[in-house]
């Protein structure tokens, strides 16, 4: 089974705190995403990586980096968090080829940015 | 246009009927529509997907119709069993140079009634 595990499941932070999430997956996926959740709204793209050290912007990527030095990891970093960063976060990962579209989601990170 | 608009945002439906979501695109260029399935506390898992050289899909008592000249596709879950209950997402994937894109509807939570 694909295993993408995400850090932390909750998170609570301050206004102003540099903020890391870690994203890990252990199938040999060359693409991974970042992804927000928010109610009413689905999932929308922050980031994705096609390949380490690649990076592309998704459709949200403002206040958000992301990181991918290793295959396996991809981080996401908010540089300064802000209130209306509250949200769950979600990474995924795909394979590349045929299955490329199959998107294999960790179980989140509920951030609350006080 | 890549937004991907899902209906109804919410659903109820008795143990054994039929539960119905529907989706509609506006971009042509979207060649993959898959189902995720999310249950509380857990990431999306893909639950069925259609490509759009076919117009129906059956896995078990979950079916995709997909209607290509109208850009609307549906997930059917035929005798909707309390297990079921979750949120739904249905999503359009397009094929990029060097990647994809894939855009999530806003969800659908659905509650089957024992």
């Known amino acids: 089974d694909v295993k993408v595990t995400q850090s932390s499941r909750y998170l609570v932070k301050r206004t102003g705190e540099k903020v890391f999430l870690e994203c890990v997956q252990d199938m040999d996926h060359e693409n991974m995403f970042w992804y927000r959740q928010d109610p009413g709204l689905g999932l929308r793209l922050i980031y994705f990586?096609?390949?380490?050290?690649?990076?592309e912007k998704g459709d949200i990527p403002e206040g958000y980096s992301v990181s991918r030095e290793k295959k396996e990891r991809f981080s996401l970093i908010l540089e300064s968090a802000s209130t209306n960063q509250t949200s769950m976060y979600l990474c995924a990962s795909s394979p590349g080829g045929l299955s490329k579209n199959i998107q294999y989601f960790g179980a989140g990170t509920r951030l609350s940015v006080l | 246009q890549q937004q991907v608009k899902q209906s109804p945002q919410s659903l109820i439906v008795q143990k054994g009927g039929i539960s119905i979501i529907n989706c509609a695109y506006e971009?042509?260029?979207?060649?993959?529509f898959p189902w995720y399935q999310q249950f509380p506390g857990k990431g999306p898992a893909l639950l069925i997907a259609?490509?759009?050289?076919?117009s129906e899909k059956k896995e078990g008592r979950f079916t995709i119709s997909f209607n290509k000249s109208a850009k609307q596709f549906s997930l059917h879950i035929m005798d909707s069993q309390p297990g079921d209950s979750a949120t739904y997402f249905c999503a359009a994937s397009m094929t990029l140079t060097g990647g994809f894109k894939t855009i999530f509807g806003a969800g659908t939570r659905l509650f089957v009634k024992a």
């Open positions: 990586s096609y390949d380490v050290k690649m990076k």
């Open positions: 971009n042509t260029a979207f060649d993959y």
């Open positions: 259609i490509r759009p050289d076919v």
